[in-house]
């Protein structure tokens, strides 16, 4: 499980370093290949191989005429790449999804249980100071009893 923010750098290739703390949960399992994509063009999505394939399983159970998943199959084909990690730890962000979410230079790496997620730094501060958890938000946590 991955969780926790660890900052991060995009360099002029569009390589992200996998930082050490997340690194060794892919380590643990041998993963090497992984699918980056997104769902909203904001933000990027690093899924080890296999678990991108067990999501891959899920959505063909759902019929290609559904519109949700039509959207959802658009948006994480047209930003979506295979990339494997380097002898460096990094990985490749696609070209198209780094222009969209502005991946360059400082990001964030966040934790998010079975995948990471990366995001501009000051994009995503900004969201949080926008979106702030709200007493709704509060009672929807309590009745799932988190």
């Known amino acids: 499980m991955f969780r926790g923010n660890n900052p991060a750098k995009v360099d002029e290739k569009g390589r992200l370093k996998i930082p050490a703390e997340f690194r060794h949960g892919f380590d ?79 990001v964030l790496v966040i934790g998010k249980g079975k995948y990471l997620e990366v995001a501009n730094r000051e994009e995503y501060e900004r969201e949080m100071e926008e979106n702030e958890l709200t007493v709704d938000d509060a009672r929807e946590l309590a009745s799932l009893k988190l």
């Open 28 to 106: 643990e399992r041998g993963d090497i290949r992984f699918f980056i994509t997104s769902r909203d063009g904001k933000r990027a999505e690093i899924h080890a191989m296999q678990d991108w394939e067990a999501i891959e399983l899920k959505l063909a159970e759902i019929p290609d005429m559904n519109p949700a998943k039509k959207k959802l199959m658009d948006r994480v084909n047209y930003f979506g790449h295979t990339s494997e990690i380097d002898t460096q730890a990094r990985v490749l962000i696609p070209q198209i999804l780094r222009d969209k979410a502005k991946l360059t230079g400082d």
